[in-house]
Each structure stands twice: as C-alpha cells, then as structure tokens.
Nanobody, 134 residues
Framework: QVQLVESGGGSVQAGGSLRLSCTASGYTYSSSRYYMGWFRQVSGKDREGVAALDTDGSTTYADSVKGRFVISKENAKNTLYLQMNSLKPEDTAMYYC??????????????????????????WGQGTQVTVSS
C-alpha cells in the first residue's frame, strides 16, 4: 500500500523560505505510474492545487505561486519536494502531497486547475502546516 508522509512545514516570516518533502513508501517515484502534486488548504476553504509534476519532468504551477515555488523529485530518495521562496502570509495553509495514478482520466493539469477531479484519486499524505507571518 502506498503511503505518503510530508515534512518540512513550520512558521516563517514573510519573505522567507521553506522546503517541503514528501516521502513515499510502497511506491517508487521512478516507476512513472503517477502524477505528483502539492496542494494546500485553509480551514473552511476548498483544497487548491499548487504545483504538479509529470513523469517526463514537466511541471505546472498555480498562478499565485509561479516564480516563487519549485516542485521537484529525487528518485534515489523516493522524495518529492516543494521549494517555497518569497513566502507571503496568504501562503499560510496545510500543505498536502498526492500521487495521482495515470490512466484514471485525469491529466497533470487537473492537479492544479481541477482539484475536485483528483481528490478521490490516488494517494494523499496527512499534511504539514505552513504559517507565514507578516
């Protein structure tokens, strides 16, 4: 069974940086069977897509984080990353990683632009809290 565990969250002042990690067990990132993505959710609001990574290395980002966040993976460590720079108070949220199986009808773009379509697909971590103070 696939399990994803996020880490790296914390509290930081505006303008600071954090790097989130998502380590998988029961699944090898190099197997190319899943799209990988980062999402975030503020209490009382819908979960939103932040960044997505395709098996060929292509990426897509939400407009709100373009130029500030970078998604990447390290196959040798079976870990997905989200480097977050120039953080803003509006980035405060619980951040989740997910592995969405390819072939379910969803596309990599859905991870950012159509989150409702992928919420029940694949595997999700338990989240890590990011708090950005002004």
């Amino acid at each position: 069974q696939v399990q994803l565990v996020e880490s790296g969250g914390g509290s930081v002042q505006a303008g600071g940086s954090l790097r989130l990690s998502c380590t998988a067990s029961g699944y090898t990132y190099s197997s190319s069977r899943y799209y990988m993505g980062w999402f975030r959710q503020v209490s009382g609001k819908d979960r939103e897509g932040v960044a997505a990574l395709d098996t060929d290395g292509s990426t897509t980002y939400a407009d709100s984080v373009k130029g500030r966040f970078v998604i990447s993976k390290e196959n040798a460590k079976n870990t997905l990353y989200l480097q977050m720079n120039s953080l803003k108070p509006e980035d405060t949220a619980m951040y989740y990683c997910a592995a969405i199986r390819i072939g379910t009808g969803a596309t990599m773009m859905d991870l950012v632009y159509n989150v409702l379509r992928v919420l029940r697909l694949g595997y999700w971590g338990q989240g890590t809290q990011v708090t950005v103070s002004s």
